[in-house]
């Protein structure tokens, strides 16, 4: 499963759209980074990078010059090389990038600073965002001083330096149905991962063998992680991004795993929260009701039309209702929302964007204002409440119980679809799985 060649060339079309014809769009693919001595990290293409072009190799160059008799769609990318492919596999070369990847026209990387300053030429705006790669923007400023200097034999050189997100990051936020049908396999395999937790989750075991269940069930599907897995037993589900996974976990305690599945470049996003023996107690599931409450209300104001921070307000509405039923506040629920009581024990957001990026790109506000929820954009919720043990003003009952749900949600018309609702989060629903396995 993924993208068909046919989409790329429809999102560069749609960028130069954009963009206009006085303009050029530079995106770059990092390199390799080194973990250790001649060891290297795993390698993910950009986000922009691979959006555009489908290319997933580093070190490469995309071009984009709008109206270009010779072609609009360049690419510069590593040359074959028959001894390094011993070693590290196949390139696709200039050729793959023509025959394979739809380019107009392709070199090899090091050719492109000797393209740019004709690439540049007669170019208004060059949209490259500075920052990401120092020689790739001392590439940029070089090749526009240059040209600069040749002002008085003719040459023009773009006057002004444009960022990529207001167009590209536009595009990005709404997905096709070739973007939504990975997301929904990734969250279907991220589902299977987290029921699997369940059902292998025993009072003595280490939080990182947990995690390996969840990373087992990514692999064999052929997916890696989208972000480092979470899984915090005890008090460590009150730390937010806890990742060391390096506790026992207890026998009475919950555990909050937080993780999710990359399939071909996009990516799922779970959070649920359940107890390491299999059996709620009491003040456990007083605050897991609560918390699902509010993801459910927050789900339900998943609609077109609302804002972005309709789901956000229907959580907080939700959990200071319960905050108050569990004694932890007192007072009006309006007025404790309008005075933000809620925040020691729900300090963040209640979602945020979710495609290639885990925290996806995209404007939440525009000219101020919170944007409107659309068809075909994705965002999780995930709703939580933290009681730290020392907190003198919790119930002791309360202490080291970190819960948080959460699930990734698509806009459509018709309202929500929930594209991880495969795992259980209801109590009974969760405490029957996790019955299944001592059977």
Excluded at 69 to 93: H, K, S, T, V
């Amino acid at each position: 499963m993924s993208i068909a060649s046919v989409e790329y060339a429809a999102r560069r079309r749609e960028l130069m759209a954009r963009i206009g014809r006085q303009a050029v769009a530079i995106i770059a693919a990092p390199g390799e980074v080194t973990r250790n001595n001649d060891v290297h990290y795993p390698y993910r293409p950009a986000s922009d990078f691979r959006y555009l072009t489908g290319f997933c190799e580093p070190d490469a160059v995309a071009v984009l010059a709008p109206g270009r008799e010779d072609g609009e769609f360049l690419l510069f990318c590593r040359p074959r090389d028959a001894e390094r492919e011993i070693w590290d596999g196949l390139r696709a070369g200039p050729d793959g990038a023509r025959e394979q990847y739809g380019a107009n026209e392709s070199d090899v990387t090091d050719a492109f600073v000797r393209a740019l300053p004709e690439l540049l030429a007669g170019r208004e705006q060059v949209y490259f965002d500075l920052g990401a790669d120092a020689a790739r923007d001392k590439q940029l400023l070089e090749a526009l001083g240059g040209l600069r200097q040749q002002a008085r034999r003719g040459a023009s050189a773009p006057a002004a330096i444009c960022s990529l997100a207001e167009p590209l990051h536009h595009m990005r936020l709404f997905k096709s149905d070739g973007e939504l049908a990975l997301m929904r396999e990734a969250g279907r395999v991220s589902a299977a991962a987290h029921a699997r937790a369940m059902r292998a989750c025993r009072p003595g075991m280490n939080e990182f063998a947990l995690a390996a269940e969840l990373h087992h069930e990514f692999e064999r599907h052929g997916m890696s992680w989208a972000y480092p897995s979470i899984v915090g037993g005890g008090g460590n589900a009150c730390i937010l991004h806890y990742i060391e996974n390096a506790a026992a976990l207890r026998d009475g305690d919950l555990v909050l795993i937080d993780a999710g599945a990359e399939h071909a470049g996009y990516a799922a996003d779970i959070t649920r929260t359940f107890p390491v023996n299999g059996e709620f107690s009491g003040p456990q599931r007083a605050v897991y009701e609560v918390v699902l409450a509010a993801q459910q209300a927050a789900v339900a104001a998943c609609q077109p039309g609302n804002d972005y921070q309709a789901p956000h307000r229907a959580a907080v509405k939700q959990l200071t209702e319960g905050l108050v039923s569990l004694g932890m506040l007192r007072g009006e629920v309006s007025e404790l929302v309008e005075a933000e009581a809620y925040r020691p024990f729900y300090m963040h957001g209640t979602g945020h964007w979710l495609g290639m990026d885990v925290h996806d790109v995209g404007d939440y506000k525009i000219d101020g204002e919170w944007r409107l929820l659309e068809p075909g954009m994705t965002l999780t919720i995930e709703p939580g409440l933290y009681f730290r043990a020392g907190n003198a003003d919790v119930d002791e009952r309360y202490w080291d119980i970190g819960v948080r749900i959460e699930d990734d949600i698509h806009i459509t018309a018709d309202g929500p679809e929930n594209l991880t609702d495969a795992v259980p989060k209801a109590v009974d629903e969760i405490q029957a799985l996790m019955a299944d396995r001592r059977a």
